[in-house]
């Protein structure tokens, strides 16, 4: 028994003639990843809360994603994203090198990336028509506010004149990149979480993240911050040449031979220099002490 083919949703043959021929040839069937990302397009995620679109926005957004990205260039054979890259293709990862290898799930997962949390958002207009998304103004003025500051400090540190202000600027760089890696994570979960839901598991899921991310991170490259550094300490003064440590000094060796005796006190200096009445008494001290001599000597000999 044979069966009708499945009816396309209403647009679908308008934005399937606007895939570019390097993607699809002509009356080419579409890879599957590609033909549901552009059906989810066109009758939108009700489950994630995103707005369904007309076929004019779809073809404009495949516009964007494959010229706009320069994957036309990308995806060509002499292109050299990284030092591994051949005619024949790239064994690096997509993490590493941003040349495109199979272009039909690239585009199957540019057109699906969406990073503003407001899903009414179109890269930055508002689907319905009334104006500029105010999420991604918010975010563009507090993402350049951020890199002023730091860019600043990093000036005034490197003119020796810090700031109090400097470690709040480092923080606020931090927290930038911080806020980076948040939004990519929270991306991948999100693919991943509608892969699953369309039933792609292991290999093919893996693959079709990393194709998904790598497009994310081209649109969303990760925050360049200046370094904010810190001073640096003051230099230490120059040792005194005299001062440094030679090594332990020498001692000087002990004398072994007898003790020197002191000179006795002559007593003509005595009676020069000083007045008579001290050279008296000094002179009566030396006859007293004479006699005391003599007086032992006398008792030594008496008692033996």
Not at 275 to 304: D, M, P, V
Request: with cysteine.
């Amino acid at each position: 028994m044979k069966t009708r083919p499945r009816a396309e949703l209403p647009g679908f043959d308008e934005v399937r003639a606007a895939i570019p021929e390097a993607v699809a040839r002509r009356g080419t069937r579409l890879y599957a990843g590609l033909h549901r990302a552009i059906n989810d397009l066109l009758t939108g995620v009700e489950a994630s809360g995103v707005p369904s679109r007309t076929p004019e926005q779809v073809i404009a957004r495949i516009g964007r994603r494959w010229f706009g990205e320069k994957a036309d260039i990308r995806a060509g054979a002499d292109y050299r994203g990284c030092d591994r890259c051949t005619a024949s293709g790239c064994k690096a990862s997509r993490e590493a090198c941003d040349r495109i290898i199979n272009r039909s799930s690239w585009l199957a997962a540019a057109l699906l990336a969406q990073d503003c949390p407001d899903p009414s958002c179109e890269d930055g207009i508002m689907l319905d028509g009334t104006g500029e998304c105010r999420a991604c103004i918010n975010r563009r003025q507090d993402r350049r506010r951020d890199e002023e500051a730091a860019a600043d400090a990093a000036a005034r540190c490197a003119l020796g004149n810090p700031d109090p202000q400097d470690e709040a600027a480092r923080a606020v760089a931090m927290a930038t990149v911080d806020g980076w890696s948040q939004a990519a994570f929270a991306e991948e979960v999100r693919f991943q979480l509608l892969l699953a839901g369309r039933g792609v598991f292991g290999s093919m899921l893996d693959h079709q993240v990393r194709e998904h991310m790598a497009a994310w991170q081209d649109r969303h490259p990760a925050p360049t911050v200046a370094a904010v550094p810190r001073p640096a300490p003051p230099a230490e003064p120059a040792a005194d040449p005299q001062e440094l440590d030679h090594g332990p000094a020498e001692e000087e060796p002990d004398y072994d031979g007898p003790d020197e005796e002191e000179p006795a006190e002559d007593a003509a200096a005595w009676n020069t220099s000083l007045g008579s009445a001290e050279w008296q008494a000094w002179k009566a001290q030396q006859a007293a002490e004479r006699e005391r001599q003599k007086a032992e000597k006398l008792g030594a000999l008496t008692g033996r």
